[in-house]
């Protein structure tokens, strides 16, 4: 589960970098950071929740 979530936010990032989603928040290309912070994030939540199973 934590490999296709990084593989899917690595690949939103790529596609943010590339061509931006128009998402809000997410207008600029520069704002892929915002993208490595959620996959941070959600990577640090599967490995709590998986620790606490």
Not at 11 to 20: R, S
Not at 21 to 45: C, H, I, N, Q, S
């Amino acid at each position: 589960m934590t490999k296709l979530i990084g593989l899917l936010l690595l690949l939103a990032m790529l596609v943010q970098i590339i061509k931006p989603l128009g998402l809000p928040g997410l207008r600029r290309r520069a704002d892929f950071w915002k993208l490595a912070v959620v996959a941070f994030a959600a990577w640090a939540v599967t490995l709590l929740l998986r620790d606490l199973t």
